[in-house]
């Protein structure tokens, strides 16, 4: 079965730092991968996606994430954090069949020092 | 930018009674959802809807679970028999072929 390990629970940066947030998945095809923010009382909103292709992929607020097929991985990163990319962060997984319903790690709750 | 809106955002209900949360997927997506996160916990799926039928539940979508889609535009969850363990935050999302789900804001239910 599908399964995805967010292996941070909880990571605290300053800011203007570096962020790189760990994704794993076990999938036995080729997988759908999702990376998800969700700030406080609101709902999921998505930052990226990969589907097929490069295996880096650019999304919204400046984040990227790398699809490394050999390491099961595909870790978010930003180069420079702000205060406001303060949130929960959700790695999805796909099943690529018709219903394409997504499976969730457990996220990793980001917190930024100014 | 289109958005999947889900009402109310917070709904009480008393133990047994039937609940019904109401979504608007994104018009022109064919693909319909429904999530739940209980508190702390992380993102779980409940049920897919496509061409107006159920094409996939998990094991959490019971007897007491229904969905509907009674219109050209909303789509709902109905809880029969609220207990409290289905407290929890509930997400619809919408998606068209070949594309990424895009979550409503959620529904907090609390059942007491």
């Known amino acids: 079965a599908q399964s995805v390990t967010q292996p941070d629970i909880h990571i605290t940066v300053s800011e203007g730092a570096s962020l790189e947030l760990r994704c794993n998945y076990s999938y036995g095809a080729t997988p759908y991968l999702f990376w998800y923010v969700q700030s406080p009382g609101q709902g999921l909103q998505l930052l990226l996606k990969?589907?097929?292709?490069?295996?880096l992929v650019q999304g919204i607020k400046g984040f990227e994430a790398e699809f490394k097929r050999s390491q099961s991985s595909f870790n978010l990163r930003k180069p420079s954090v702000h205060w406001s990319d303060a949130a929960e962060y959700f790695c999805a997984v796909g099943d690529g069949l018709n219903t394409d319903k997504l499976i969730f790690g457990t996220g990793t709750r980001l917190q930024v020092f100014p | 930018e289109p958005e999947v809106t889900q009402t109310p955002s917070h709904q009480v209900t008393q133990m047994g009674q039937e609940v019904i949360l109401r979504c608007v997927p994104i018009?022109?997506?064919?693909?319909f959802y429904w999530y739940r996160q209980i508190l702390g916990q992380k993102v779980e799926f409940l049920v897919s809807?496509?061409?107006?039928?159920?094409?996939?539940k998990s094991e959490i979508f019971d007897d007491q679970f229904s969905v509907e889609r009674p219109d050209g535009s909303n789509f709902t969850l109905k809880i029969r028999s609220t207990k409290l363990e289905d407290s929890a935050m509930y997400f619809c999302?919408?998606?068209?072929?070949?594309?990424?789900?895009?979550f409503g804001s959620g529904t907090r239910l609390t059942v007491v």
């Open positions: 999302a919408s998606r068209r072929t070949g594309d990424g789900s895009t």
């Open positions: 809807f496509y061409n107006n039928e159920i094409s996939e």
């Open positions: 018009s022109n997506h064919l693909y």
């Open positions: 990969y589907f097929s292709g490069d295996t």
